[in-house]
């Protein structure tokens, strides 16, 4: 099994940075790709970034593209969402995710059915 671990959320007001994070523990050998998912209230989850966990381009959703930076270190098994520039439309919980057996491509990395383990969230909440 794989635990997701996410960390970081908090109130910050429009305009605010926060930077997520999600430690990575378990079974971790095959993971291929990692994702940072939210959801607002009466909203649809949806795939905000994700990063192949060896070397590879990671992706965004339009709506954080220059705003939002993911990243990884793998000497800690880590995962980070850096949110910049935030809007009260960032207002969410934040999901981290993994994947197995094969990397991130442009076509399935914003799939929820795409990752078998999830973190518990983390709220972030930005007011204006």
């Known amino acids: 099994q794989v635990q997701l671990v996410e960390s970081g959320g908090g109130s910050v007001q429009a305009g605010g940075s926060l930077r997520l994070s999600c430690a990575v523990s378990?079974?971790?050998?095959?993971?291929?790709?990692m994702g940072w998912f939210r959801q607002a209230p009466g909203k649809e989850r949806e795939g905000v970034a994700a990063i192949p966990t060896g070397d590879g381009m990671p992706y965004y959703t339009d709506s954080v593209k220059g705003r939002f930076t993911i990243s990884q270190d793998n000497a800690k098994n880590t995962v980070y969402l850096q949110m910049n520039t935030l809007t009260p439309e960032d207002t969410a919980m934040y999901y981290c995710?993994?994947?197995?057996?094969?990397?991130?491509?442009?076509?399935?990395?914003?799939?929820?059915?795409?990752?078998?383990?999830w973190g518990q969230g983390t709220q972030v909440t930005v007011s204006s």
């Open positions: 378990g079974y971790t050998y095959n993971i291929k790709c």
């Open positions: 995710a993994a994947a197995s057996g094969t990397f991130c491509s442009s076509y399935n990395w914003g799939s929820r059915n795409r990752y078998p383990y």
